[in-house]
């Protein structure tokens, strides 16, 4: 596996081999063995949005396995002031062992790996998260000892996460359902993979419908990052769109509930039901630190 652009380019089994990974490193981790299986290399992080746990994760992750990373924003890079991708990606070939880049148009992390020598490692996009549902997968594995057979949910806007999470659970053998408005659905390339998966994908409107019977419920927030403008326009859309009391019982008793984070209680979940849930949300964001190891031995190694 060269990049990690998105999660329909990888077979199962470089996504299992990612996950039985990340649980080795964690477990080494936590036995205090240290692993510098990236000793002297460098990751650059591109960030042309925000976060907390994606820049903690990755910067930290590196460290552990002995080398190094450098925060990037586009705020201060050439490329903010409209330096071509191209160039950009070659340039900082030259420099670096490995690209992490967060920004919006998926084009672009594709336009790095297309110009670049180095492998590009997709930290979020409008299109996509495959890092966070990597995380996610090892969580649901730790928690229910498998994943295949398992049902996975999904209720609110057909964003990076819905996209990530339908391409992760299909490819893991999961059933997979999502409920969202339908001026919200999945992006429709998401939507036309589904059909390779006869039997296994649903897409409503009605969340009770997509919650029946699941073993893992994900929500994410109804705005994401660029889309502060039609905050009350999505407030709208998504009213019905909660996970609460109400639609849990629809699930399988000792349903999990995930999500990624940044959390809105009261719009996209309840607080009763994210505090109770707050142990599997909370392994959940320690995951990524471990997925993302398993990640950057992957392609850098
Ligand atoms: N879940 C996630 O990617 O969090 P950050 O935006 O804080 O990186
Ligand atoms: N859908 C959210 C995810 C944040 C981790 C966003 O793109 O803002």
Redesign the pocket.
């Known amino acids: 596996m060269k990049h990690l652009l998105k999660l329909m380019d990888c077979t199962p089994e470089e996504i299992l081999g990612i996950l039985d990974l990340a649980d080795r490193l964690k477990a080494e981790r936590k036995a205090g063995v240290a692993h510098p299986l990236l000793a002297g290399k460098t990751l650059g992080m591109i960030f042309e949005?925000s976060?907390t746990?994606?820049r903690v994760s990755f910067e930290t992750g590196m460290y552990q396995l002995g080398g190094h990373a450098l925060f990037l924003s586009s705020r201060d890079l050439q490329i903010g002031r409209g330096e071509p991708v191209q160039d950009t990606a070659r340039v900082l070939s030259r420099y670096l062992d490995g690209i992490m880049i967060r920004t919006f148009a998926q084009e672009e992390v594709e336009n790095l790996a297309r110009y670049g020598s180095i492998p590009i490692v997709n930290g979020?996009t409008?299109f996509c998260?495959p890092c966070?549902v990597l995380a996610d997968l090892m969580t649901i594995r730790e928690h229910k000892g498998k994943l295949a057979g398992l049902n996975m949910c999904y209720i609110g806007?057909g964003?990076?996460?819905a996209n990530s999470l339908i391409v992760g659970g299909l490819k893991m053998g999961m059933h997979v359902s999502v409920a969202c408005p339908k001026a919200y659905r999945p992006d429709p390339k998401v939507m036309a993979f589904t059909e390779e998966y006869p039997g296994m994908f649903l897409c409503t409107e009605l969340p009770m419908e997509a919650a029946k019977d699941a073993d893992v419920i994900f929500t994410?927030?109804w705005?994401?990052?660029?889309?502060e403008a039609e905050k009350a326009e999505r407030e709208r859309a998504f009213a019905g769109y909660q996970v609460n009391a109400a639609l849990l019982a629809a699930a399988h008793p000792g349903c999990m509930v995930q999500h990624?984070?940044?959390a809105h209680r009261g719009e996209e979940i309840t607080e009763d039901v994210f505090e109770a849930h707050a142990a599997e949300i909370f392994d959940e964001a320690e995951n990524r630190l471990h997925a993302q190891k398993a990640v950057l031995v992957t392609v850098m190694k």
């Open positions: 949005k976060s746990r994606t979020l409008d998260h966070q806007d964003n990076n996460m994410d927030v705005a994401s990052m660029g889309q990624c984070l940044p």
